[in-house]
């Protein structure tokens, strides 16, 4: 069965969504800021009618933060309690297909940290590997919440 992902840079790594959760890829835009909320949620942005918070990725995955913000992209994504929120990333690269032999489980263990539920296989290619990574899980329910509030 083939699999179809978006990939896109954060940092030097490439990372994928599954297609399906993706609901668009848009040019960078200034978002509000929010008060008294994690630092590595950039703000909101008005998406046709709809509210959308912004997540930083690179500070949610505690890398240095954008020298220029004018050149990333926004990946707006579909949660499974069908809230959207969009993800600030380096940039977006292609939509790639593979078939499911070619997707690795994760390691069990990386770096001493154990279970990193965001992270749900390694796509296998030539030339690179490419993590892919589970929308759902990369907030905690608390975290969810509180974009829910916003």
Known sequence: MELKFLTFHIGEE???INIMKVERVKEYEKTTKVPNIADYVEGIINL????IPIINMRKKFMLPDFENKEKSKIIV????NGKKVGLLVDDVRE???VTEEQI???PAHVGGMSNIKFISGVIKLP???VLTLEVDNLLTAEEKLALANL
């Open 127 to 129: 030339n690179e590997m």
């Open 95 to 97: 939509v790639l297909t």
């Open 14 to 16: 490439v990372f994928a």
């Open 104 to 106: 690795d489980e994760p």
């Open 48 to 51: 046709m009618g709809e509210l």
């Open 77 to 80: 994504v579909k949660l499974e």
